[in-house]
């Protein structure tokens, strides 16, 4: 046998035997739960207690309007209070009647509902249900909270009438109330005798006594309730039978619901299997079923994710792996090295934007040097103290904006994108750059991961960073010199040659100056080689501030420097070396505690292409020059031909 006939026949077996034998039981348990409600007296204490609750429910039902009426004025009118009484009997079936009055007992406002008592029987009017409640009548009087109203009281109540009598009964019973003679209320005709001795044997009569000198009757016919048995059999076969049929089709409707989606989640297995994870169940219900293929969708969906992200991870890996390896191929390129640092990590934690900043000259201001995803045109220099990334340049921490109010603000030029991480680059003990990743989500913070990540390859990267520098500070010693920090002669004949390269080619001038300290001698002689060394590094810093940040300046041995100015014709040398002669008489050398020295120096001055064409003519003639200077009495420059040495006015 298949599943789904299994599971017919054991549904069908469950639902029936139990559907049978309380088939079974229903009919005989009605039966005789029906000869048990036959006992009349219990059935007119019934529906004493039910009069009982019905009259405890007024106090309730009638507590809104008694707080509006305390509200009403004495000089109120009747008039405004009968559509409060309307309303209120119109939105419950509870209550019949509502009569208002004032503090004398008078009869303010009144509401009735029309009755159903025996047509033999008056009903009551406003007065009498106000002085002496009635028979039919169920009453209560409650007061008005408050002082000084228009009402005082309320009498409120319900008929016991025919229909609160129908209310009451239970089904084959008949009750009727009766005031002597006189039949008040009922649900059927009453008997003429309403003594047990006084019945025949087709009728079953109870009597009960009421309050205000009312009798409760109940009685029921045994023919009544034996038809009432037959009927009730019946509906029970009836009922099987229906029964049957629907358990029957329901029975195969759920075996094929439930193995319609374990078919479903067996060929949604097979396709995950090979690999198709866009295969969706289709869901059909809210039910256990439904919930079961819209798990398995879940789980197929996750399941395409963590394979897209090992695979993304996997790409990730080759590209880190890759670049980890060309910038070890690249030890001794700075740029490249920033590069790898900034892509790598931007991959890593899933940046839209990165910027790597670095320190200007003086290290009073960072701007971008590498940039990844943004237009380096858009960003601009950002003080040292200000801003995210002047904060981290300053103090050396981390800084984290998870794109909320709070958040640290960036700088005008920085870029102005909402979640960030921004921390130092460190080589040498000291902060080299400061690395910042972006993205532009508010909504995607990083995470605590995320800036472990950022850490863990900055930190990674610090060592090629120091390679770097180790390598580049091994050059500049070979090009530099060693006592003042410009550059040697090497480096000097070197950017001559590119300069003299570039001259010839595009026919551009360039000029050459020869300087010397005047009587520098006399210092070391004075005041000792250390003091010199003091005053030839002070000198080689005060003609660096006089030329350009593309000029070269070189010692070329001793006291004598050389400065090799790009692009500059013979009267713009000696403009420079006019300003150079200023730069160096205009202050004494010397630091704070140290005895003054005052110094000057001579300048000689040649350009290309008047004075040479090649470094030794050009030097040769710089030389003539400055010995022009030193024989006109020195602090001058001097020209290696023509007029003689030109002396600028103090």
């Known amino acids: 046998m298949s599943l789904q006939q299994r599971l017919t026949l054991l549904f069908v077996v469950i639902v029936m035997l139990p559907l049978s034998a309380a088939g079974f039981f229903v009919r005989e348990s009605v039966i005789g739960e029906r000869r048990e409600e036959s006992r009349l007296r219990p059935a007119l204490v019934e529906t004493e207690a039910a009069l009982d609750a019905r009259l405890k429910s007024v106090d309730e039902l009638i507590a ?147 309050p205000r000198g009312v009798s409760g009757v109940a009685w029921y016919s045994p023919a009544k309730l034996s038809a009432l048995s037959q009927r009730v059999l019946y509906y029970l076969l009836g009922l099987l039978g229906v029964a049957f049929v629907v358990v029957a089709v329901l029975s195969q409707w759920l075996s094929r619901l439930l193995t319609k989606p374990l078919t479903e989640v067996s060929r949604g297995a097979e396709a995950i299997a090979q ?42 890996l080759q590209r880190t792996v890759q670049r980890v390896g060309e910038t070890l191929r690249s030890t001794h390129d700075m740029r490249s090295i920033l590069e790898s640092i900034l892509n790598t990590a931007a991959d890593a934690v899933g940046a839209d934007v990165g910027v790597i900043w670095g320190f200007s000259a003086r290290r009073g201001e960072v701007y971008p040097i590498v940039v990844r995803d943004a237009r ?29 109010a709070e958040s640290p603000q960036p700088a005008a030029s920085e870029p102005r994108l909402p979640v960030s991480i921004a921390l130092p680059l460190y080589s040498q003990q000291r902060i080299h750059s400061v690395l910042t990743v972006y993205r532009r989500d508010a909504q995607m913070p990083f995470e605590q991961g995320d800036i472990d990540t950022v850490k863990f390859l900055a930190d990674q990267g610090r060592v090629a960073l120091e390679n770097v520098q180790l390598h580049e500070e091994a050059q500049r010693l070979s090009i530099t010199d060693g006592l003042t920090g410009v550059w040697n002669r090497r480096f000097l004949q070197m950017q001559f040659r590119s300069m003299h390269a570039t001259a010839m080619r595009f026919n551009r001038p360039f000029s050459l100056l020869m300087l010397d300290l005047d009587h520098f001698k006399n210092v070391n002689d004075s005041f000792g080689h250390q003091r010199g060394d003091a005053v030839l590094i002070e000198f080689a810093q005060r003609v660096s501030d006089a030329v350009r940040e593309v000029d070269v300046v070189a010692r070329y041995g001793g006291e004598e420097f050389v400065c090799l100015l790009s692009e500059t014709d013979l009267s713009g040398a000696v403009v420079t070396a006019e300003k150079i002669l200023e730069e160096v008489r205009s202050e004494s050398f010397g630091g704070a505690g140290e005895r003054p020295i005052d110094l000057t120096v001579s300048v000689g001055v040649a350009s290309f292409p008047q004075h040479g064409d090649s470094f030794r003519t050009l030097v040769a003639a710089a030389d003539r020059g400055l010995y022009r200077a030193k024989q006109e009495g020195r602090d001058r420059l001097g020209l290696p031909e023509g007029p003689a040495g030109l002396k600028v006015a103090r």
């Open 64 to 210: 809104p309007l008694l707080s509006r009426a305390g509200k009403l004025p004495q000089k109120s009118s009747g008039a405004s209070l009968q559509p409060m009484l309307k309303r209120a009997l119109a939105n419950t079936k509870e209550l019949d009647f509502l009569i208002a009055l004032d503090a004398s007992g008078r009869v303010v406002a009144s509401s009735l509902t029309e009755p159903s008592f025996a047509p033999s029987f008056k009903a009551p009017r406003v007065a009498e249900i106000v002085m002496s409640a009635p028979a039919g009548v169920a009453e209560r009087r409650l007061r008005v909270a408050g002082q000084g109203a228009l009402v005082e009281s309320f009498v409120a109540g319900f008929w016991a009438d025919r229909e609160f009598l129908e209310q009451a009964s239970q089904g084959e019973l008949e009750l009727a109330l009766v005031v002597g003679d006189e039949t008040v209320a009922a649900t059927a005709a009453v008997p003429d005798y309403l003594v047990p001795a006084e019945r025949d044997g087709s009728v079953e009569l109870r009597v009960i006594t009421l």
């Open 275 to 316: 690999g198709r994870f866009e295969y969706r169940i289709p869901i059909r219900s809210k039910d256990e079923v439904g919930q079961l293929a819209a798990s398995f969708n879940d789980m197929a969906a996750r399941l395409g994710t963590t394979v897209a992200e090992l695979s993304s991870s996997r790409d990730l």
């Open 376 to 404: 380096a045109d858009g960003l601009g220099r950002v003080s040292v103290g200000s801003g995210i990334v002047g904060l981290v340049a300053e103090r050396g921490v981390t800084v984290v904006r998870d794109g909320s």
